[in-house]
Structure formats: C-alpha cells, structure tokens
C-alpha cells in the first residue's frame, strides 16, 4: 500500500450505532488531519494530530472522538451521529512544518440514517 | 486571514492549455499562494505553490502577478483527467498553518 488510504469507502449507519473511520499513511509522516466535506460547501478541517498529540480541535461536537495511535494511524470514533453528520471524511497527512503539502487519502462517504 | 476569489467553473477543449485565475487583493507579504485540485470522487492532491516568482513541475505552471495580487494556475494541455475542482489557498506561512478550503473553480474538459 501507498500513500493514504481508508477504510471503509462507504458506511452506512442509524443514529444510535457506533462506528469508527480508519486511515493510514505510509508516507513517514508526522502529521494527520481529519477533514469533513459536505455536499455543495468547502472542506472543513475537525482535526489535527502532530507526532500523536492533538493540536487543533475546529469545534467539532463531541460524538466525533479522534484518536492517534502512532504517526501513522488515525480514527475517528462516531457515535449518535445526526443525518446532517452525512458526509465525506478525509484524512490526510504530512510532514510537520510543511503542513502546506498535505496527502490526502480518498474519503469515507458516511450516509446516517 | 486573506481572502481569494474563484470563478465558480469554467470550461476548456482537451488538449488546449488552461489558465485558472485567483485573485488575492488583500495578500500579505509572507502570504504563499497554494493550489490544489479534487478530482472526482478522490480526496485533493497538492498541485503547487509559490511565493513571488512564477513556478514550473510536471502538473502545472503557476504565474504570480507582480503585485501578487493575483495568481493563475496554467495547465499546458489539459486532458479529461484535468477535469476536477481547483481550490487556490492562502497562507501557511510557518508551515503549521491550517489550509482553509474555499468553493474553488469546478474545471470540465471538453473532448
């Protein structure tokens, strides 16, 4: 495997599951980021993770948890999700201090019932 | 933070070069200008970036007014694969920065 990738690709769940978002980067990066993109607005930054520590939390609602592992390892735990939470996930990484140059993988298109 | 402006789409004939405009009025002197593009149903890839001085790699070409003001992103020949959203971005200038997405320029490749 190269690059960025996530799994699942697709997920479908009801308001009262849990699940959880996979990435992983074989880049030897040291940062990761998760980004939300909803139908017809821009992406949205929710988090980042810098040599495992989170240091930007965009106000996200906290039945989205992210967690870390390692570098390059990144989830992010879902659960009591609202329909509007439907969306594009992506994960993407980089070199720290070169956050302008981000690898991004290729989404995770939730859909909650 | 310094804004840029995109035209919502545009179109161009396959195999014909294509520039991509953004304006940047309010760009601060340390501002890098960065492009990046979506193809469809793919997350964005990094095209380029600059600073002052026009920039050249093996996806695009990126001209940089002289007052910066604004910046056009130049594809030599585009194919159908060129077709996607093309965002241009502002900032970063420590390098830890966040990238702020906008609507950016949906590009149709006509065959």
């Known amino acids: 495997e190269t690059g960025v990738t996530q799994t699942p690709r697709h997920l479908v769940m009801g308001m009262t599951n849990k699940k959880s978002l996979k990435c992983e980067q074989h880049?030897?990066?040291?940062?990761m980021y998760w980004y939300k993109q909803s139908a017809k607005k821009p992406l949205e930054l929710m988090f980042v993770y810098n040599f495992k520590e989170q240091t930007e939390n965009n106000s996200v609602p906290s039945r989205f948890s992210p967690e870390c592992p390692n570098s390059s390892h990144l989830f992010l735990h879902l659960h009591t999700l609202q329909p509007e939470d439907s969306a594009l996930y992506l994960c993407a990484s980089s070199q720290r201090g070169r956050s302008y140059e981000q690898y991004f993988g290729p989404g995770t298109r939730l859909t909650v019932t | 933070d310094a804004k840029t402006t995109q035209p919502n789409s545009m179109e161009s004939n396959e195999e014909e070069p294509v520039h991509l405009p953004c304006n940047h009025s309010?760009?601060?002197?340390?501002?890098?200008i960065h492009w990046y593009r979506q193809l469809p149903s793919q997350g964005p890839e990094y095209v380029i970036h600059g600073l002052t001085s026009n920039v050249n790699n093996r996806m695009a070409s990126l001209a940089i007014a002289e007052d910066r003001k604004s910046s056009t992103l130049i594809l030599h020949r585009a194919t159908l694969r060129d077709a996607a959203v093309y965002y241009c971005i502002l900032g970063l200038r420590g390098g830890n920065e966040k990238l702020t997405f906008g609507t950016g320029t949906r590009l149709t490749i006509i065959p």
């Open positions: 309010t760009i601060s002197g340390t501002d890098y």
């Open positions: 880049l030897g990066h040291n940062a």
